[in-house]
């Protein structure tokens, strides 16, 4: 996600490592455009049972979507029209519960909702209220582990092994990041952004957004190193997806045109990585978050370039306290994963 204090600008937040689902043989070829919520501020994404999907966005509504027909309902309703007031943004599903959880951006707590009904079952404080932002996050069997994007560390949440909760949030604890994660929380959005994890859960990747960097972390020791990727990552970093060793990377642009899904495919060892290419697509707008279903990668679009400032960069509202938009539809894009545009 890439926000200002200030202003929302061009961007998003968040991605995550969901596990891989084959899509399975059916009649009609899943939608390529999934329309969601109008006029929300689409920022999280994740994929459920089935072929189930949420969509997340910073004014705190959850859109629940059937990837198959393209239909959806609303599973969590917005909660402030005021794009600033940020309460939404990473999210992933864990198989074994069914439980959604939910990073809380600016309120720096992750929540947690039953997928299905929508029911809040938990929340956990990381954190005092609007002095960080925590970001995107990754679940594997015993924890889920949160990104931070102004302060060097990372979240540890832990989960039994059935994947149940714990009974509160004093059994939270905390990795370190070396100080270039040190953020100015009045600045540029962000340090730590977008996390996945290898599937024995040894591993984390996190992505430093501002630094077009990648970073291997070892969760049992705390042991952190910079991944070495030739050539070097471009743009801003915002989500991370990670099937085997092919690590995709959300890089939403400046404009909807400059979007694009850089491809990096990892060593053995998850130190060292080659830029093979990038994946684009003439509809995406803004991509902030992703997750892999069969052969295809989804990404949401969040379309921040349909928001009307003022000339102070400040977000324009109309008599009613909505925000003006200069269109309000919302997408998903389904993107075929494998149709990598080689280096030039």
Request: net charge negative; with cysteine.
């Amino acid at each position: 996600m890439k926000i200002v204090l200030t202003k929302l600008v061009p961007a998003a937040i968040i991605l995550l490592a969901l596990p891989f689902l084959s899509a399975s043989a059916g009649d009609k070829p899943f939608p390529h455009i999934i329309d969601v919520l109008d006029g929300s501020y689409p920022e999280g994404f994740a994929i459920g049972k089935g072929h189930t999907a949420y969509n997340g966005s910073v004014d705190g509504s959850i859109y629940k979507i059937d990837l198959r027909s393209g239909a959806g309902e609303v599973l969590n309703p917005q909660e402030t029209p005021d794009p600033m007031d940020c309460s939404k943004l990473g999210m992933r599903v864990d198989s074994r519960t069914n439980n959604l959880f939910v990073a809380g951006c600016v309120y720096e707590n992750a929540l947690v909702y039953d997928a299905d009904t929508g029911e809040l079952k938990e929340t956990f404080q990381l954190g005092p209220e609007f002095e960080s932002l925590v970001n995107d996050l990754a679940i594997t069997k015993d924890a889920v582990y949160i990104t931070d994007s102004f302060l060097p560390v990372i979240y540890r949440l832990p989960l039994d092994r059935s994947g149940g909760l714990p009974p509160n949030a004093d059994g939270v604890t905390t990795i370190d990041l070396p100080d270039e994660f040190i953020m100015d929380f009045s600045g540029y959005c962000c340090g730590g952004n977008g996390i996945v994890a290898t599937p024995d859960g040894k591993t984390l990747i996190i992505g430093h957004s501002l630094l077009s960097a990648l970073y291997r972390v070892d969760p049992a020791t705390g042991e952190v190193d910079e991944i070495e990727v030739s050539p070097p990552l471009t743009g801003f970093l915002d989500g991370l997806v990670m099937h085997g060793r092919t690590l995709y990377v959300i890089t939403p642009g400046d404009a909807p045109e400059d979007d694009m899904v850089q491809v990096v495919e990892l060593d053995k060892g998850l130190l060292t990585g080659a830029l093979v290419g990038k994946i684009t697509d003439s509809n995406m707008s803004g991509i902030a978050s992703g997750a892999l279903f069969g052969k295809s990668l989804y990404v949401n679009n969040a379309h921040y370039d349909a928001v009307v400032y003022d000339d102070n960069d400040a977000p324009v509202f109309d008599e009613d306290d909505n925000p003006v938009f200069y269109y309000s539809e919302r997408s998903i894009t389904k993107l075929n994963r494998h149709a990598v545009e080689p280096l030039e």
